[in-house]
């Protein structure tokens, strides 16, 4: 079994990439990530935790980094919609986001870890930069 953090920012391509790590019996999905990328982090957030409970996973979810670390963020609306993952009614949000930062889970869980993690990223990187970073 791989274990894994899915570093992503959802939209509809990154909502399938949790629906996949969630669902395989070979990975042990140990957190999802959040970064701002396809729209803002509120709703790239809010995005994830969308997709997390309709799937009905048990992983915690860690709000990251509101940009890019060295030019202006640039949303993809055009194509995601408003929300970053139009087109489906996924109710009302009833799990929470993690308390710690979505980099200093990545640190922690990196650094007190015995066995091998696999940092899947698949929006902009701000959030395992700034790991390697600090």
Do not use: Y
């Amino acid at each position: 079994m791989r274990n894994i953090i899915l570093d992503c920012d959802p939209g509809h391509d990154d909502a399938i990439a949790i629906l996949l790590a969630g669902s395989n019996p070979e990975i042990n999905l140990l957190g999802v990530t959040i970064v701002a990328g396809n729209q803002t982090l509120e709703k790239t957030a809010d995005n994830a935790l969308k997709v997390v409970q309709w799937l009905g996973l048990d992983v915690p979810v860690f709000k990251g980094c509101q940009g890019p670390m060295v030019r202006e963020q640039m949303i993809a609306d055009d194509i995601h919609g408003k929300t970053g993952l139009d087109g489906h009614d996924f109710g009302e949000i009833k799990i929470k986001l993690q308390e710690d930062h979505a980099v200093n889970f990545i640190i922690d869980t990196i650094l007190n870890s015995k066995e091998k993690i696999t940092v899947v990223t698949c929006g902009p990187m701000t959030n395992l930069a700034m790991a390697l970073r600090l």
